[in-house]
């Protein structure tokens, strides 16, 4: 086929295609716009999964009854005006391709009046022309409403998921932008059932609350500014937001949301920022739960990557992955005070959705005073516990100066060893074991292949190997932690561990910690437990133990009182 330039509708069907993905697209563009617009209130209405029908209300600045056309053109927008502005933008939207691009694929409505207007504009426009246009009465605002989307590309429509699924993803879109945007009043109902609504008061624990529901926002932590980070002073990344204890992890990415200057974006760099914070905090295949807000200077960031808007690049990515992984892992170890949520009971309705459609629904079901039964310790410095016995030979029962603590003897241990060793290794004080005689070690060809590579760090360790043979090693020293306990387990663990990596010493650490901890089953004295507590107390991070399974439960006061119908 010879060159020939493209019809321009063809042209605009591919240009909409890389803005207007999938009905939750429309919904983000329609959402940015409200934002953008400085609306307070945003409603989203969609039914059929986006397809029959998606609306955005706001009550924002709206569009003057001369501009009402050319909103709908490629290229026209009132956000940015040079290629300066282009360099630092502080809106969400600044392509002018949102509109234009949805009216090439949908059949659109626009009901919009701007301030200082007696009357408003409605327009409707059908397969990218206008077919009406008249004034109309409404309060200052905008109303876009899309039908039939994607009904002219067939190609597009085939791709799209179920209903359910595409729903789901509307409601992704709206739940990020509810938790980016405190202020704002956002409601969302899928086939005419309200799915969310904040409350818009400004407070971002108050729409946890509402999205993730009561359980995860009382484990979620308050990250507090750093100003102390910049040696200058200023510091030109500012981090906040709340990150969920290690507690209320999950096992998909789903509950970690991220926003550079109040724009939700995917980025690798955050994600990883904030898992390398918790590291050895979680279990592995388990991920926080987060909301991130990142503010930095638009000159500092780049959002013209790709049409969605979701991608940005950082000029300096190795300033703002410090400031993220430092702050939230300060937030993680440091005792700090919860933030406050209001009993949950009496402020906030029992979800009304169904699972299906329900954002990202929470994993497990919340009972219907929405108070959990018992919840891990967030990763706090812990209270002065007084042991009151043991249980099934493997749990301490414990009252603190809140309610009841069970604790997991040998998680609890393990956790106190843990940062034994650490300490002592860091002071070089790690005490060392002599064998009465010494014991020979058997291995595989790659067993024997691990151990040689390491033998120097082992010694650092308190093992002393001497190669014998092919086949064996002659062990003279154990870690003084590990006497008469079943050190060869720890060196096999360490031989069988494949590689080695950055946290080899640390899973060596773990390991010895594991192999001298008190076992379950173990029957503890009172000495015993309240030494163990004493320890546990003195470490930094008492609520997990190293492998980020949590060492203890508590049944708070107020809880107790509740159950046992003390207290309404
Ligand atoms: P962009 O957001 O990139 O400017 P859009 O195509 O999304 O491009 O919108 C074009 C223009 O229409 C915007 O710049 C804005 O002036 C106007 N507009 C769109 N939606 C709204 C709204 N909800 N309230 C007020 N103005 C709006
Ligand atoms: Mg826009």
């Known amino acids: 086929m010879p060159i020939k330039l493209l019809d321009p509708q063809v042209v605009a069907r591919i240009a909409a295609g890389e803005v207007v993905e ?18 307070t209130q945003v409603t989203v209405e969609a039914a059929g999964g986006g397809i029959s029908l998606i609306r955005v209300t706001d009550n924002g600045v709206g569009i003057p009854a001369n501009e009402v056309e050319l909103a709908f053109q490629r290229h026209a927008t009132s956000k940015i005006a040079s290629l300066v502005d282009l360099e630092s933008i502080s809106t969400l939207g600044f392509r002018g391709e949102a509109l234009a691009s949805l009216i090439a694929v949908g059949e659109v409505e626009l009901a919009t009046c701007a301030a200082g207007e ?4 409605y327009l409707h426009l059908v397969d990218g022309e206008i077919v009406d246009r008249t004034p109309q009465g409404r309060s200052r605002g905008t109303t876009i409403t899309v039908r039939g989307l994607f009904h002219n590309v067939p190609a597009r429509l085939k791709f799209l998921k179920s209903t359910a699924t595409e729903g789901g993803h509307i409601a992704a879109v709206v739940t990020h932008y509810a938790l980016a945007y405190p202020e704002v009043r956002f409601t969302l109902s899928v086939d005419r059932r309200t799915t969310l609504s904040t409350p818009g008061n400004g407070r971002l624990i108050d729409c946890v609350v509402e999205v993730y529901g009561a359980d995860t926002a009382r484990g979620m932590i308050e990250l507090r500014r750093d100003n102390s980070w910049d040696g200058a002073g200023q510091d030109t990344v500012a981090v906040t ?4 204890s290690p507690a209320v992890s999950r096992s998909n990415r789903n509950y ?9 974006v995917n980025s690798r760099l955050l994600t990883w920022a904030l898992e390398e914070a918790y590291h050895g905090l979680l279990m592995t295949g ?3 739960a987060a909301v991130l807000n990142i503010s930095i200077p638009p000159g500092e960031v780049d959002v013209n990557i790709h049409p969605a808007k979701m991608e940005v690049k950082f000029r300096d990515e190795r300033r703002v992955f410090a400031a993220v992984q430092r702050l939230v892992r300060r937030a993680l170890i440091e005792p700090v005070s919860l933030p406050r949520i209001e009993d949950p009971a009496a402020t906030y309705a029992a979800p009304t959705s169904s699972l299906s459609t329900r954002p990202l629904p929470a994993e497990k079901v919340e009972r219907p005073s929405g108070l959990p039964l018992a919840r891990p310790v967030p990763a706090f410095a812990l209270p002065a516990l007084r ?3 043991q249980v099934a030979g493997c749990y301490i ?7 009841l603590y069970l604790i997991d003897q040998h998680a609890a241990h393990e956790r106190v060893l843990f940062e034994q060793i650490v300490g002592q290794r860091a002071q070089r004080q790690l005490e060392v074991q002599g064998l009465l005689e010494p014991q020979t070690f058997e291995v595989s060809p790659a067993q024997n292949a691990a151990l040689l590579s390491r033998l120097d760090e082992l010694a650092g360790f308190g093992f002393t190997l001497e190669p014998f043979g092919e086949r064996a090693y002659l062990v003279r020293a154990v870690p003084a932690f590990l006497n008469r306990k079943d050190w060869m387990a720890v060196l096999r663990e360490i031989a069988d561990s494949p590689g080695g990596g950055e946290d080899w010493s640390e899973r060596t650490t773990a390991s010895i910690a594991c192999h001298s901890a008190v076992r379950a089953g173990q029957t503890l004295g009172d000495d015993e437990m309240r030494a163990l507590l004493r320890q546990l107390e003195q470490t930094a991070l008492p609520s997990t133990c190293p492998h980020g399974r949590p060492t203890m439960l508590h049944l708070n006061s107020a809880y107790l009182e509740r159950e046992f119908g003390r207290r309404g």
Do not use: M, Q, Y
């Open 22 to 39: 999938r009905p939750a697209s429309v919904v983000k563009e329609l959402v940015e716009n409200a934002l953008d617009a400085g609306a």
């Open 118 to 121: 007696t009357a408003g504009s």
């Open 241 to 244: 937001g709340l990150v969920g």
């Open 256 to 264: 970690l949301s991220c926003f550079v200057n109040r724009r939700w």
């Open 286 to 288: 388990k991920h926080p």
């Open 387 to 389: 042991p009151l016995g």
């Open 397 to 403: 029962v414990a009252e603190g100066p809140d309610g």
